[in-house]
Each structure stands twice: as structure tokens, then as C-alpha cells.
């Protein structure tokens, strides 16, 4: 039985919002014409709709307990009114030290996880070559395939490659931008990743397009790359988020020795806002481990700077594209929204909900201002601590 404090409790906490609640098609409280739907399926979900949390909201609607009916951004909009919270400002403290993560073992079982889902199931919604980054909206009016292409030229113009030199891209994912260093910059390239399906992909590419020759890829982690290799040029985007915060130090170490005198590194990651956070309050972090990265963990820039800076590598540059991560994740949530059956029949109902309301919610946190998304370049002085570096950055631009 329904108690009336219940109800009580979920009409103060939806009052003045254009929420409705009801349960098994019996309309509890709100307005039936209201923008969102809370549609519960159990009496035990209202104990959560009653003192709600961001998480707790996304965990009901993931096992299926509660179908949230709306537009994705009017869903993330009226669930963080209906939750009342500032999800950065209470991660501030969320600092959690899991010692048995980010081992070798544990790594590939989280990549595994989150990765290996189906190539099919992404490339319905992702661009045409699979990137799953930020994509770069240079003049704010491209298509997500034209603003990623130009992402990765942003990338690579950053590291000035050039026609002959050794690259290497840790966490190549599917490959856009080797391939794109490969085409356009001429370098000899190394690819690295932990996910089988990437992996395969990858290879399946090189061998389609002849570059045996030119380009690399490797079922690994970067920890075990050797030390007698050396590249001109690193990148990682997109992976920095599986470090892990008592690994920085060692991730940057491992890109000193593997990077040439005067050689330059890009790394781009999301971070949090909040300076003493390690990802954001509300339940949200919790879910995100729980159901879509597990392992996964946040470090604030000036943590990323301090850390690369320990290691020897000289900061260069830093961009926050927090704008173009919102865009990016509102392009991907409306494709899939669109392939919607198709995506249900590839990975099931439950896979379909945590990355629809995962995808929605990080775009949420990107417009206001609860994550960024740096990028980072820095380089490898010499001997005699010099780094031919340009005195402007206009050659990034031209």
C-alpha cells in the first residue's frame, strides 16, 4: 500500500516542475501533461522517488523499474531541479582510493567491459571511422563527422608530425586517428589498445589499405611497452580517464622514457571541476563505476599538470574544450535515440538505457560547468633543457 507520506513527499519535491510520477499507469502526483514522466512499475521504487538522488534515479531506470518518459534534455535538466544538487560541488571531497583497481588484470576486465560491447552497436551512433572522444567544432555549425575530422587534424597540427616520424596513439580505439596521422602527416605509426574488438578492427584496416608498412597496432597495455622503444610523437585521447589517480605519476613517467629529446605529448582527458574531486557527487560517480566504466577515475588539471610536470615533461599548452564535449554527447545521445531498435537489438534493453541516460547526463555535466575536457600538450627537453617550440600558436590555427 501506497502510505501518504510517500506521495507527500514526491508532490513537495516535484512542485513547480513539469514532472509527473505515477505508478503502473496511475497518475500519483504532477500533471499528466507534464514535459517528464516518472513511470514506476513497483511500489518499492517510490521509497526512491521520494527522497530522489541522480544516481539512484539512473540505477531504477537502467533495471528497468522506471521508465523516465521525455526528451533526453529535458529529462537531465528537470531530474537535476527535481534532485536539487549541485553534483560537482558535492564531489568536492569524493576522493576514493581503490588499491586493487588499475592493476594490469583488472584494466583489460574494465576495458573489456565498456569496449567490447559490439562494434555494430557504435558505429550506429558514432561518426563514420568510430571516434569516441570530443569531437572539435571549430565554427560551432559542423556535423558530428566534420567536427570530428577536424578534431583530429587539431590534434595532429598541436603535435607538428611530420612526414617520417614514429607516433604512437595510447588507446587507439578504432583507429581514427592513426589513420588520419598515417594519410595526411606520413608518419610511421603505433597503435595500442586493450579491447579485442578495436584491435581486430584495426588490423582489419591496415590490411585492407596496404599500410603494413606504415601503421601498427598492438592488443596491449601501455605499461608493458618496452624501454628501448622511443617515439617523436605521443597521443592519448580518450583513455586518460582509466589511469587512475595513484598511477598518474607512473603514466607520465612511463611517457618521459618512452618519448625523444625534444619530442612532444597530447593528452586529452576529461577532468572535474571541482579542484579536490575525483568525479561527481549525487550517486553519479558510483553509477558510472557500477555500470559504464568501471575503474574509471577523474583528476582535476591542476593535478594532471603536477603530475606530468614530476615527471619531466615541460606543459606547453592547455585547452579546455568543455563546450564541444556537450555537443559531442548530445550528437551521439540523438543518434541513438534515432537507431534506437537497432541498438536494442544489438545489446538488449538494460545496455541501451545506461548509455542513453550516461551519454545524456555527461552532456548535462559538460554544459554546466561540472566537467571539462582538457587538452594538454607538453614536450621533452633536451640535455641542455631546450624544446624547439614556436613562440605562438598560430601554426595550431592556420
Known sequence: MI??????????????LPIAVSLNDSLLAGHPQAKVELRAHKASTLATLAKPTLGSLARAYVEGDLDIIGSAPDIMSLG????????????????????????????????????DVSNEFYALWLDSQRIYSCAYYADGDETLEHAQQKKLAHICRKLRLKAG????????????LVFYAVEHFDVKAVGITLSENQYQHVQQVIQARGWQDRLEVRLMDYRTLSASETFDKIASVGMFEHVGRRHLREYFDKIYSLLKPGGLVLNHGITPVAVKSSGLGNGISEFIDDYVFPG???????????????????????????????????????????????????IGE????IWRIYMAGSAYAFDHNWLALFQVLAGKPDAQGKLDYPYNRSYVYA
Not at 564541444?324 to 550528437?331: I, V
Not at 538494460?350 to 538505457?353: A, E, K, N, S
Open 80 to 115: 537535476q531541479a527535481y534532485c536539487a544538487t549541485d553534483a560537482s560541488a558535492e564531489a568536492e571531497n569524493r576522493i576514493q582510493w581503490r588499491f586493487w583497481q588499475h592493476n594490469l588484470r583488472r584494466s583489460r576486465r574494465d576495458i573489456h567491459y565498456h569496449y
Open 165 to 176: 616520424e614514429r607516433f604512437l596513439d595510447i588507446g587507439c580505439g578504432w583507429g581514427g
Open 296 to 346: 574509471g577515475e577523474l583528476n582535476h588539471i591542476s593535478k594532471v599538470l603536477a603530475e606530468l610536470s614530476s615527471s619531466g615533461l615541460e606543459p606547453l599548452d592547455a585547452e579546455n574544450l568543455r563546450p564541444h564535449y556537450g555537443r559531442t554527447l548530445w550528437d551521439w545521445v540523438s543518434r541513438l535515440e534515432f537507431y534506437a531498435d537497432q541498438a536494442i537489438a544489438l
Open 3 to 16: 502510505t501518504a507520506l510517500l506521495k507527500s513527499r514526491i508532490a513537495s519535491s516535484i512542485a513547480g
Open 350 to 353: 538494460r545496455r541501451y538505457r
